[in-house]
């Protein structure tokens, strides 16, 4: 069965201090990682797709990893308005397009 | 830019009243889902539907049918609403056919049952 542990649960950052988010998996055969955005009250935003170790994707202060085990979102100096749950979840392959979610770390940010 | 839009952000119904969710997509996506989600139990998937008229138990589908009648469209129905089907509800759509898998969610209906 897949499985997507994602930790801490939670995590209360300083304003500009960088840290990373970690999203470890069980799965058959990896068809694709998947890193959401999710703000209170809202659906999850699509943030980044990793296919395969080694993998490396960007967009401003975020910085998504993967390898064959886990997957790290960096985020670098972050600011408040980066506070939300950040999500993870993986596809297999033959997965009939479903996804496997991790339940989420919610990251507060102080400014 | 895409684009999943649900019918309704906040809903309060009645025990043993029958519930339409309705979720549209404008990305011609073949692939539709539909997920509740609770504090500490994460997204879960109740039904997806990989084509029109097509559809798949998730992992909790009691007490929930849908419908998909057209590829852009697809109803969550909860037949006989009960208290412990307070919840989110999320829509969520992805290529079948595309280079790439992610799904693209909706805004979500938070539902409750009284």
């Known amino acids: 069965e897949d499985q997507v542990t994602q930790s801490p649960e939670a995590l209360r950052l300083q304003e500009g201090e960088s840290s990373s988010l970690n999203c470890s998996y069980t799965?058959?055969?990896?068809?694709?990682l998947f890193w959401y955005r999710q703000d209170p009250g809202k659906g999850p935003e699509f943030l980044f797709t990793l296919y395969s170790a080694g993998e490396e994707k960007e967009k401003e202060r975020l910085k998504a990893t993967l390898t064959k085990k886990e997957s790290f979102l960096h985020i670098t100096a972050p600011k408040p308005e980066d506070s939300a749950t950040y999500l993870c979840a993986v596809q297999a392959t033959g997965a009939n397009s479903k996804l496997t979610f991790g339940k989420g770390i919610t990251l507060s940010v102080r400014p | 830019d895409v684009k999943v839009t649900q019918s309704s952000r906040y809903l309060v119904k009645r025990t043993g009243e029958k519930v339409f969710l309705e979720c549209v997509q404008d990305?011609?996506?073949?692939?539709m889902f539909w997920y509740r989600q609770d504090p500490g139990l994460g997204l879960r998937l109740i039904y997806f539907?990989?084509?029109?008229?097509?559809?798949e138990k998730g992992d909790i589908p009691e007490g929930y049918s849908v419908s998909r009648e057209k590829k852009e469209r697809f109803s969550l129905i909860l037949e006989s609403a009960s208290t412990n089907q307070t919840s989110m509800y999320l829509c969520a759509s992805s290529s079948r056919t595309g280079l790439t898998y992610e799904q693209y969610f909706g805004p979500g209906t938070r539902l409750t049952v009284t």
């Open positions: 539907s990989y084509d029109v008229k097509m559809k």
């Open positions: 990305m011609d996506h073949e692939n």
């Open positions: 799965v058959s055969g990896l068809r694709g």
